[in-house]
Structures are given as structure tokens and as C-alpha cells.
């Protein structure tokens, strides 16, 4: 069995695939790090019962 040349099509997906990724990944840490601002804010507290009434 030889191994033969990738072909065009496979670099144009793989390179597309590859920028995909990247802007999905810096999805999820934008994501990421707003809950964690968000969370570690001195202002955040889970309501209690008496609070939500």
C-alpha cells in the first residue's frame, strides 16, 4: 500500500475545519470567562427562600 499526495480538497477543508475550531475555542473562553467575572463578583449570591418571597 503506497501513500499517495494529499489532495486540494482535503488542505481547503482541513484549513477550514482548522479556523472553525479556533473561533468555536474562543467562543467557549469568551463564554468562560464571562461566567467567571460574573461569578466572582462580591455582588453574586444565590437568592435565599426569604429573599425570593
Known amino acids: ?3 499517495s499526495k494529499q ?3 482535503h488542505k481547503r477543508r482541513f484549513s477550514r475545519n482548522l479556523g ?3 473561533v ?3 467562543f467557549v473562553a469568551l ?3 464571562l461566567t467567571i467575572a460574573k ?3 462580591e455582588e453574586f ?4 427562600q426569604g ?3
Do not use: K
Not at 449570591?45 to 435565599?48: G, I, K, L, R
Open 39 to 41: 461569578v466572582s463578583n
Open 7 to 9: 489532495h486540494e480538497l
Open 51 to 53: 429573599e425570593a418571597e
Open 20 to 22: 472553525l475550531g479556533l
Open 24 to 26: 468555536l475555542g474562543a
Open 31 to 33: 463564554v468562560f470567562g
Open 45 to 48: 449570591a444565590v437568592p435565599t
Open 1 to 3: 500500500m503506497s501513500l
